[in-house]
């Protein structure tokens, strides 16, 4: 039961073979006896609601929604009503909202069942899930290595099925990396594609929620459900609702796929290099034409990044003073040392440099030479893409550079801010993307390769991976330890 598809269990849900209760409660049941061991979630609901399951069963006996009765987990940083939404920090740790995130509330409305919150890196910064303010995430393949970041909660709860699906978000990385390190599908859809109201901001230019579940056609589904334009979001994108089209057969000829050969031949992991080339190869096979793709600037896009990303993160995050959001120190006498020691305690060290570094680039003088430097490489970036969106209909490229690194392996931060150096380029054009498993390494850690498609076609992205996986079964294997 635990790997059937989305489809799969609606199937059971709708013949009656399984109930909401049964198939919720089983996952609650996983949530709680592997939360030890693998630490993905902050918070689990302190039991399953019973009124929404009555919804969620009556809406599956209405055949109201495919996803109705399908029990999820959200990233910690959608807010959700009555339910603490922490974000990974110390600042955030008593915040119960008193509303939902417009994702949340769309994936409620499809009759889905929250079972609790994802952990996650503190405010999405961070590419391993050692900067969550609560506990670690670990690697359910090896739980020695880390689930990648900064959705590590909701890539590790679905690789060891302890949900068959989560929300993530994407601001630089952190739905595919994570995904590719746990051997799961993660969608980031186009910038405004998902509503970001009621998500926790980290950089408003890049953010964007998303998917994570075994498959694509899982991905795809949820995604249909939780995106469309919000009035409560003014990036939201005015494009009617998005439909997924699962596709009927693997058959990819007419598809052209880019493949930017020099970023798969700098690749040092041996592993990771042929399985992105096997996979590209069975593209191939399947009827796609290749084309060799060139990104000139995509190597100045972490430099440009790391000055962009901390620069909103300053300021989104200069809302938490203690006073009007966030962690108030205690026994403070005057407002300027009540500000400080709030944001002292509340905030951890990776979040304390970011929001440095952005508050420096972003100051008179320096403003020019970085923050403007970095915008118009920004701008570079997205041109190189439309130049080869102009021959291909899709990119196919590496996610990660390496396989999953051990807990305090990359102690220093910038090694670890290279880690997304593949992942990051579509972030900055705001283009959809995704990680499919594309194998293991010889030690059976897993590998994902990275789909880039053109501005709100997600739908190409998808499909050219459901239709590989129709062929393959690398998303549905398990971790044995959760089998
Ligand atoms: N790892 C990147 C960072 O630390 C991306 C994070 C993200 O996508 N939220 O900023």
Redesign the pocket.
């Known amino acids: 039961m635990i790997n059937l598809t989305i489809r799969q269990m609606s199937e059971l849900l709708l013949s009656k073979q399984v109930s909401v209760q049964q198939l919720s409660g089983l996952f609650y049941d996983r949530c709680q006896s592997h939360n030890k061991s693998i630490g993905a979630l902050i918070t689990l609901n302190d039991e399953l609601n019973a009124a929404e399951l009555l919804q969620a069963q009556q809406q599956v006996e209405l055949g109201d929604h495919l996803l109705a009765g399908i029990p999820l987990l959200h990233k910690d940083l959608f807010c959700t009503q009555g339910v603490k939404t922490t974000c990974g920090s110390k600042m955030l740790e008593n915040f119960i909202p008193p509303y939902d995130a417009t994702v949340v509330k769309h994936l409620k409305v499809a009759g889905m069942v929250t079972l609790g919150k994802a952990n996650m ?1 503190e405010f ?4 391993s899930n050692e ?1 969550s303010a609560y506990h670690v995430v670990n690697n359910p393949w090896d739980v020695s290595r880390v689930p990648g ?3 590590g909660g909701s890539a590790a709860a679905v690789a060891a099925r302890m949900v068959p699906v989560a929300t993530g ?7 595919r ?1 994570p995904a590719a390190f746990c051997g799961i599908t993660g969608v ?1 859809p186009s910038y405004g594609r998902v509503s970001r109201y009621g998500m926790v901001a ?2 408003s230019s ?2 964007q929620g998303g998917v994570l579940a075994p498959g694509a056609d899982d991905c795809g589904l949820v995604l249909a459900a939780m995106s469309g334009h919000d009035v409560l979001d003014s990036t939201s994108a005015q494009q009617p609702k998005w439909q997924w089209h699962k596709p009927q057969n693997p058959d990819m000829s007419g598809l052209k796929v880019g493949v930017t050969r020099a970023w798969i031949e700098a690749l040092q992991d041996t592993d990771v290099k042929e399985r992105t080339l096997q996979a590209i190869e069975h593209f191939e096979k399947n009827g796609a034409q290749l084309i060799e793709v060139d990104l000139p600037h995509a190597d100045l896009a972490v430099s440009a ?2 000055v962009l ?1 901390p620069a909103e993160c300053s300021s989104n995050l200069s809302r938490f003073d203690g006073v009007r959001f966030g962690h108030q120190a205690k026994d403070i006498s005057d407002l300027e040392s009540l500000y400080r020691q709030s944001r002292t305690e509340g905030f951890g060290d ?1 979040v304390k440099k ?1 929001i440095m570094i952005g508050a420096w680039a972003l100051s008179s003088g320096y403003y020019d030479a970085y923050y403007l430097k970095a915008q118009k490489i920004r701008r570079l970036i997205s041109e190189d893409f439309n130049k080869v969106f102009a021959q291909v209909d899709v990119i196919a490229c590496p996610v990660s550079p390496e396989l999953p690194f051990k807990h305090g392996e990359k102690a220093d931060g910038v090694s ?2 290279q ?2 150096q593949f ?2 380029p579509a ?1 900055l054009a705001g283009l959809p993307c995704l990680s499919m498993p594309i194998g293991f390494s010889q030690t059976g850690l897993p590998i994902g390769l990275q789909l880039i498609g053109r501005y709100f076609d997600e739908q190409t992205i998808l499909s050219t991976s459901d239709k590989y996986q129709q062929q393959t079964d690398h998303h549905l294997h398990m971790p044995e330890a959760f089998v």
Not at 124 to 127: K, Q, Y
Not at 169 to 175: L, M, R
């Open positions: 890196d999405a910064m961070g590419s900067y970041g900064s959705s978000s994407d601001t630089g990385g952190s739905i990396q980031k980290f950089a890049l953010d990044y790391y990303a990776e970011r670890m801010y880690a997304d992942t990051i972030s």
